[in-house]
């Protein structure tokens, strides 16, 4: 996982165009400009959400006003931040397939057994004497790394091991996630939509009036949807408990093709639309006078509905309901009287005189809130999710190569251990020199008692890591994970 | 609360202030280091242990997953904090973490125990969260909180051994004025758009400073092993806080996008743990770019530590609400 801008010699304008917009310091600086922009966007209440009041209660009419000129209170629908995701999309691309992908080759290529000459020039790497040589010192080496969990291979005196190999896939896995992530969203604003409308009872909702992107080349549903019945069902203490619809599809010929109640969070999807209840309400009563019908809208008042209806300059009629099936109250009202007074109660088929007037409630007509989304990538969308999800797992996976050889020279045999570790290196370290310890108790010149490992053990961290980067022998499996 | 309950509760308190002290002291002591080091990591054990049982307890007592509002959150947070310094002391040996680790979880007891009565009965759930997403979304997130916050406190030892200890005092200094702020939001009635901007400039001005004074090394301090040792448990922390991070964001979208159809919806909460994930996606490139030193690393893990505080209490204490508050206490 070494990661090296190329060389910007000799090359073509296009090519370091190329390597420019592949570079991983680019990369970190929009990530950065990015949190920092929807920083301000969690810090500032957005007009898409809470509406432009909110954001003038909250800092004043002057200051509301600037940071509406500077996008701030809409930040996410702001040029600026489109290009910046539109830039972290093009960065993300050419990292992907310029770096990140082509990395996946190195894991069928297969590692060298080292020789000590090449072990020492390792991040980390330590030597110790053998002067007991028997078979047995690199099986017990196999069997401690196998239980470790490492992957051995074992050829004459020589030992290569690897641990967390797949781990070494996180950022492929990671950037297949994003960028499917990002072909799904751009799905959904390109082909979906989604809407609210309050429909009365025996209207349709037809989608005409739903919202998508700009750049839309969807279809809205030639099919609508009817509202056969709608109620309210309450908690003894009057509270809403739940809102039913009965919907009915109803396809271009008028054909009813599907029908079925849904309820808040018990949605009817119908070719790939979802239609949610969302709210409910008494939207008109319909009354009849002396035998013409008039129509009255109601208006919400706390847990009632209410119609007004002015008689004269002073005088009004109210009528108020609390639910469908109560009946309803009538007053009248007159400035000079101090409250309303009750005049007669109406229910369905029950009509009531007052004085001259014979008044009947024919109907009380509901409406009900229909949510609708079409969101067409979503499946695209999940897929990403899952990738990215596993693809940051893998990569809290420590990936380590580990090489051994037992080395003859004039004076006896050395054993050479070293390797590498991108996350935990110091585990790893602390693996390779508690081996070397116990081995040279084991193997090593036969000493009074088993020497310390800290004082005999020569460890050499770091001074390798400036031969490794000029790019030797080692270079192959110094530069990756 | 059940007598069990509290009594289980107040043991991991009383607990962890002692191993936060002994801890302490086993830095004075060198004689009786490894003994203190023994006992102090014991207390944490024990403190861990039960604050497990604490938790298993009140869900008993709740008949529900025991994560739902601040104090509870916070019970999971002083619980996540100790399990992961275990299990780092396990892997890597450690003992200088253990005296910042117990002194988070301390306080955040302390800020629970704070909390008005209301926070620590068990209240039936209101609608919106009374669905088994809840157990899904809410506790790998602040599980991940807590790793991170590791990974900040691993960054101030990593300065430490590398000598940047002016740099590691601004930087303590920085966070410190943050928990002020988020204390005095909690507490008390002082308007939050000062405590905003002494959140903000605090974070702003103490990164700026302590970036600048890594220049200045105290050459007697630097122990080259010990600051390698720190930014490796540092990078450890995130790598794990990570995964955690992105799980609960996306479980968090499942479960918007099945209440309400939408699985996004920009909420200040929800940004917010955005810019922290794209904080921590930015830290590991520039592991992976391997130009930046260790050290501004560990200050880039600090800047994290801040963010995650932002996330996860600022929001709340700061006025800055949403759909995800926990509400206000004052
Ligand atoms: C937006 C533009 C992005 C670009 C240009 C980019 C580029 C890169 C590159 C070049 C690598 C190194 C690959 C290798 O050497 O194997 C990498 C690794 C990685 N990236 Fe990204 N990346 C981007 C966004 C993200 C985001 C948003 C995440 C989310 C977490 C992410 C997660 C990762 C992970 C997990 C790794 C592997 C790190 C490791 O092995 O420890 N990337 N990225």
């Not at chain 1, 047995?136 to 967390?164: F, R």
């Not at chain 2, 994930?277 to 530590?305: D, F, N, Q, T």
């Amino acid at each position: 996982m070494h990661i090296t801008d190329e060389p910007k010699t000799d090359q073509k304008p296009w090519q370091s165009l190329k390597n420019g917009l592949a570079s991983v310091k680019l990369t970190i600086f929009l990530m950065s400009l990015t949190a920092l922009t929807v920083l301000l966007g969690a810090w500032c209440p957005q007009e898409s959400q809470t509406g432009k009041d909110k954001v003038v209660e909250t800092f004043g009419a002057e200051s509301a006003k600037i940071l509406t000129q500077l996008g701030i209170t809409d930040i996410y629908h702001s040029p600026f931040f489109l290009s910046l995701i539109a830039m972290l999309t093009v960065n993300m691309i050419a990292c992907s397939f310029l770096r990140v992908f082509p990395r996946v080759k190195l894991l069928s290529k297969p590692l060298p057994f080292l020789t000590g000459k090449d072990i020492v020039k390792l991040p980390f790497n330590t030597s110790i004497p053998i002067t007991r040589n028997d078979s047995s010192l690199l099986a017990v080496v196999a069997v401690k790394l196998s239980k470790g969990g490492y992957n051995v291979k074992t050829s004459d005196q020589k030992i290569l091991a690897e641990y967390g190999k797949y781990g070494r896939l996180a950022a492929t896995v990671t950037h297949i996630g994003l960028l499917s992530l990002l072909v799904g969203v751009t799905i959904t604003s390109w082909t979906g939509f989604n809407g609210f409308q309050p429909v009365l009872l025996d209207n349709h909702l037809d989608f005409q009036e739903s919202e998508h992107s700009k750049l839309w080349v969807g279809k809205l549903p030639s099919w609508s949807v009817r509202v056969d019945a709608t109620k309210r069902e309450d908690y003894p203490t009057g509270e809403p408990k739940q809102w039913f619809s009965t919907l009915s599809v109803v396809d271009k010929t008028g054909k009813v093709v599907r029908t079925q109640e849904i309820s808040v969070n018990n949605p009817l999807t119908y070719e790939g639309v979802d239609i949610y209840q969302s709210s409910w309400g008494l939207d008109n009563v319909v009354l009849n006078f002396n035998g013409s019908e008039k129509r009255l809208d109601l208006r919400p008042m706390g847990k009632l509905y209410a119609a007004f209806l002015p008689l004269d300059q002073d005088t009004m009629m109210l009528f108020s309901i609390r639910a469908d099936g109560t009946p309803i109250k009538v007053f009248a009202k007159r400035p000079d009287w101090e409250a309303p007074r009750l005049l007669t109660q109406l229910t369905q088929n029950k009509p009531a005189r007052l004085g001259p007037v014979t008044i009947e409630l024919k109907k009380l007509v509901p409406i009900t809130g229909l949510q609708y989304k079409c969101d067409p990538g979503l499946p695209v969308t999940y897929f990403a999710f899952a990738f990215i999800i596993v693809g940051v797992l893998m990569a809290a996976i420590p990936h380590r190569h580990f090489w051994l050889s037992l080395d003859r020279n004039a004076d006896g045999n050395t054993l050479y251990m070293g390797g590498r570790s991108v996350k935990d290196k110091v585990g790893f370290e602390r693996l390779v020199k508690r081996m070397a310890s116990d081995l040279e108790a084991e193997f090593g010149p036969a000493t009074e008692k088993a020497p310390s490992s800290e004082l005999s053990v020569k460890v050499h961290p770091k001074q390798e890591l400036a031969t490794a980067a000029k790019g030797d022998s080692a270079k192959d499996f110094q530069g990756d994970n | 609360m059940s007598e069990m309950q509290m009594a289980l509760t107040n043991t991991a308190g009383v607990t962890s202030v002692m191993s936060f002290w002994v801890f302490v002291a086993s830095n004075g002591f060198k004689e009786k280091k490894d003994l203190l080091i023994k006992i102090g990591s014991g207390a944490l054990i024990m403190a861990f242990v039960s604050l497990t049982a604490a938790i298993i307890f009140r869900g008993i007592d709740a008949q529900r997953f025991p994560l739902a509002n601040l104090y509870e959150s916070l019970l999971w947070f002083a619980w996540a904090t100790m399990g992961g310094y275990l299990f780092l002391a396990q892997t890597y040996g450690i003992r200088q973490l253990g005296w910042l680790a117990s002194l988070t979880a301390l306080l955040m007891f302390l800020y629970g125990s704070w909390l008005p009565q209301s926070q620590h009965d068990i209240t039936p759930l209101v609608p919106a969260l009374v669905s088994y997403w809840r157990w899904v979304h809410v506790p790998p997130l602040i599980i991940s909180y807590a790793m991170f916050f590791l990974g900040g406190l691993a960054g101030f030892i990593q300065l430490y051994r590398s000598g940047r200890v002016a740099s590691m005092f601004s930087a303590i200094v920085t966070v410190l004025l943050a928990l002020l702020a988020i204390v005095l939001g909690t507490f008390t009635s002082v308007d939050t758009a000062w405590l905003q901007i002494l959140f903000a400039g605090a974070s702003f001005f103490g990164t700026v400073v302590s970036f600048k004074l890594l220049d200045r090394i105290n050459k007697s301090k630097i122990d080259l092993r010990g600051a390698e040792l720190y930014d490796d448990i540092s990078y450890r922390c995130i790598a794990i806080g990570m995964p955690l991070l992105t799980f609960g964001i996306i479980t968090g979208g499942l479960w918007a996008n099945h209440a309400w159809g939408t699985y996004w919806s920009w909420d200040p909460k929800e940004s917010m743990a955005l810019v922290t994930w794209l904080s921590y996606a930015a830290y590991i490139h520039l592991r992976v770019h391997r130009e930046c030193s260790p050290e501004k690393l560990a200050l880039v893990s600090i800047v994290g530590l801040l963010l995650t505080l932002m996330t996860y209490l600022g929001f709340n204490s700061l006025g800055l609400g949403g759909l995800h508050s926990y509400g206000k206490f004052k």
